[in-house]
């Protein structure tokens, strides 16, 4: 079973940057894709960026311009750099691998982002 461990969220004032990072239990290049959602409070899971195992991102209209995915193959991790973060990015941060009805793996804990001045 894949586990997913994310982190690196926080308080941030709006105008901001973090950086969150996924560690998979498995290489990531097991994966075809991974990907970033979020939920904010009151609201379904949404998916915020894709990477391909070939390098391929796509990301939301919503994040486009300001959140790069990356992914690390050395260290096995694939992040998000979000800068120009604003309060309606505040939620929780989740990484997965696409496919089925939302994705494939089980969810991990998620890292929180908030975006408050």
């Known amino acids: 079973q894949v586990q997913l461990v994310e982190s690196g969220g926080g308080l941030v004032q709006p105008g901001g940057s973090l950086r969150l990072t996924c560690v998979p239990s498995?290489?990531?290049?097991?994966?075809?894709?991974m990907g970033w959602y979020r939920q904010a409070p009151g609201k379904q899971r949404e998916l915020a960026a894709i990477?391909?195992?070939?390098?391929?991102?796509t990301y939301a209209d919503s994040v486009k311009g300001r959140f790069t995915i990356s992914r690390d193959n050395a260290k096995n991790t694939v992040d998000l750099q979000m800068n120009s973060l604003k309060p309606e990015d505040t939620a929780v941060y989740y990484c997965?691998?696409?496919?089925?009805?939302?994705?494939?793996?089980?969810w991990g804990q998620g890292t929180q982002v908030t975006v408050s001045s």
């Open positions: 997965n691998a696409p496919g089925g009805s939302s994705a494939l793996y089980p």
């Open positions: 498995e290489s990531i290049f097991n994966f075809a894709a």
């Open positions: 990477i391909t195992i070939g390098g391929s991102t």
